[in-house]
C-alpha cells in the first residue's frame, strides 16, 4: 500500500469512526465516569448525602463490569482527576459512609496504576489494537485513551511500521482522539531519523490541529535537507492548524518565540489547567525513541518554555522579534522564575507536611518532579529527609539544597548566556512585567558579573548632575530599578550599586543611601495581595485609599485588578503574608474546561486554596457591607476565617493583622526579615564609607 493510501486509510477510518454509533460499553463506563465526578462535586460542598448516593450508585455499577482491570483503570482515571490527595480525605471524613467509600475507591483503583505494570499491561492493550474483533479493538482504543499521555511512548514506534497498514492507521486514529494529550510527543517524533515516522507524525498533528505543533512544524519545512514526502503532509499539517496559505506563515523562529512566551506567563491555550499528567518528552537521537519524565506541574510550563527557547536559538542565536526583544534575555527570565517557583512550592510542601496535608513520600514525589533527578539523587535525598528529626530539620535540610540548586541554575545560565547584556535586558523586561522576584534574581546575577562600566556614567552640567543615560548603556535597567515602585527591587538595585564599587560618579548612585536607609525600617513590612475587580471611579478612589491604608499599617499592598490576574501573581511566587479578595471575585468562575470529558469548574478562591503553593496564605473576603459581610461568612466559611468590610476602621484592621501575623509561620518570616536586615545595615555602613 503506497504511503498516500496509508493517509487516505486514516481519513476513511475516522470518517467511520466519527458516523458509529457509541458501543454499549462506552456509554456504560461514561454513566459511572458521570457518577463519580457528581459524587466528587457534592462530596467538595459538604452535601454527604446525596455525595454517598451517587458514588454508591457508581460503585455498584462498576461492579457489574466483568473487566476488572477496566474498572480498576476507571476508577484510578477519576482519582487522578478529581486529586488523591482530596479522596484520600476521605478516610479521615466524620461522616462514616464516606470513609468507607474512600477505601473502597483505593482497592478498586490499586493506586499507582498504569504505573504499577507499566508497559506490561499497556503493551497488553496496544496488542489489542491489531485484534480482528471489533469489541477488543474498541476496549483497547478506550483504555489507551484513558491513559493518555503515559501511553505514547508505546504507540509511537507503530507510526514508523510500513507492513501493518490497518494497525499503523488504528494508532494513528489513537492519537488523534487522544488529542491534545499526545501533541508533544509527536512534535518529538519529528526529531526521527525515520522519515516515515516523520511524515505519520506530521498527519496526526494535522488532525489534532494543535498550535502548539505549528514551531515544530514549520521547522522542518523551511529545512532544504527534508524529504519532499515529508514536507508534503508537514504543509498539508500547517494549512489545517494555522488555517493560512504558505505565504502568509511566519517563520519557525518566529513562531518558537511566541510559543515560548505563551509557556512561560501560561497562557490557557498551551498550559492545560485540567492536564491529568505532566510530563516532558525528549527524543533520544542515538536509539531513535521517545523518552519521557514526569514533572511537577508548576515548572511544566518553564521547562516546555526552555526547550522552544533552545530550539529557536539552535535556529537563529541572535534572534529579536520585531519589538526588539531577545530570545536569551527571556530564557535568563524563564530560568530565574523555574528556580524560585520550585523554591517556593519546597516552602509551600513543608508546610503542607507540617499541617499532615501530605506524607514525606509525597514531598520526595513533589521533588522528583521538582528537580527531574537521577534515582540515585532523590533516593539520597531522601533517605536524608527520613532521617531528619522533624519538620524544622526537613526545612533546612531542602532550603540548603534549593539555595545551593538555585546557584548552579544562575551559574549554568550566566555560562550560557552570550554576554552579561541580556541579564540587564531581562532585568528590564521583568520590571515591565511586575515581576518583582525574577527581578531581583536578575539583579542579584548582575551583583555577580556586572561591572562598574556597566553603569551609565552621571552627565554634569554646571554643579547639577543630569537624570538621563547616555544612549547605549547596558547598565541603565539597573539604575531605573533604584526607582522601582517595589521595594524588593530597589533595596536589591541599591545593595548591587554598592557591589559593583564605582571608582567614579555613576547616574543614580545618589540614590543608593536614601534606599538604603528605607531598607532599615523594613524589618516589619508585611506584603499583600490585593486581588479586586477595578471597574468604575469608585472603585479607583477605594484602592487608592485602600493602599495608603495598608502602607499606613506596614503592610505593602501589591494589586491585581482582576481574578485571572491575582491567581497568576499568588501562583507564580507566594511571597505575600496574606491576600486580600474581593467577595464578588471570591466565587467567580476561574477555568471551565472538558479535557477530562467531565466538566470542571473552579472558582478563584477554591483555585487559591486547592494549589500547594497558596493553599496555606492567609485569605481575607473584603465584603462590601453587613450583609454581604454575612453571605460571605456563610458561603466562604469551609475555604477562609478572615473577613472585613471595605469601610472597616484602620485600628481594626491592625488588630486583624496582628493576629493573622501571630501564627507561627508568620513569625518565622520576620526572623528571615530580620537576618536581611542585617545584611542590609552591612550594605549601608559600607557605602557610607565610600561615599565619605
Known sequence: MTKQLAGALFAVLFVLQAGMPAMAQDDFKDEIRELLDDGIRLYNRGKYDEAYTKFEQALQKSDQDPDQRGQANLVYAFLERAGQERVAG??????????????????????????????KIVLAYVDDLASDEFEIYRNAHWHLKNYGSWACRFLLPALADQTQDRFRSRVMLLLKDMGVDATLSLVEALESENAFLRQTAAIVLGNIRDDRAVAALKRIFED????????KYVHEALQKITGKTSSEWKKAADYYYTLAEKYYYGDSGVIFNWQRYYLIWTWDAKNDRLLERRCARFVFNEQLAEEALFDLLELDPNYRNEKGESAWALLVMNEFQQALEA??????????????????????????GIEGMSAERISTLSDEIQAAGDNAEIQALLMKHFSFAARIIRSNILAVVPGRQFVYE??????????????RACIQA????????DLPGAIRTGTNTATKAPTGSIGYPLVEALTSPDKRVRYAASETMVKLNPQEARLGMELVIPNLVDALGEQGVRV???????????????????????????????????????????????????????????????FQETATRAREKESILRALTRDIRTRNIPRIILADNS???????????????????????????????ATIFDQPEAKKDSKDRADQLAMTIFSLAFVIVFFN
Request: no cysteine.
Open 446 to 453: 548582575i551583583a555577580d558579573m556586572g561591572l562598574a562600566t
Open 224 to 231: 532544504a535537507n527534508e524529504k519532499p514526502e515529508v514536507k
Open 343 to 368: 523554591q517556593a512550592a519546597v516552602e509551600a510542601s513543608v508546610a503542607a507536611l507540617k499541617n499532615e496535608e501530605i506524607t514525606i513520600d509525597g514531598l520526595v514525589g513533589i521533588l522528583r
Open 627 to 657: 450583609q454581604s459581610l454575612a453571605e460571605a461568612q456563610t458561603r466562604f466559611q469551609d475555604n477562609t476565617p478572615w473577613y472585613a468590610k471595605k469601610d472597616t476602621h484602620k485600628l481594626d484592621l491592625r488588630e486583624l493583622f
Open 426 to 439: 531581562a532585568l528590564e523586561r521583568s520590571m515591565k512585567d511586575e515581576n518583582p522576584l525574577v527581578a
Open 90 to 119: 476521605m478516610i479521615n471524613s466524620p461522616d462514616p459512609r464516606m470513609r468507607d467509600i474512600g477505601h473502597r475507591l483505593f482497592r478498586i483503583a490499586q493506586p499507582g496504576e498504569p504505573l504499577r505494570e507499566g508497559k
Open 528 to 590: 499583600a495581595l490585593v486581588i479586586y475587580d477595578v471597574q468604575t471611579e469608585e472603585d479607583r478612589n477605594f484602592i487608592n485609599r485602600f493602599k495608603k491604608t495598608l502602607l499606613n499599617l506596614n503592610v505593602f499592598p501589591v494589586i491585581a485588578r482582576s481574578g485571572s490576574e491575582g491567581i497568576i501573581k499568588a501562583k507564580k511566587f507566594p511571597t505575600e503574608d496574606v491576600i486580600i479578595i474581593q467577595q464578588k471575585i471570591a466565587g467567580q468562575i476561574y
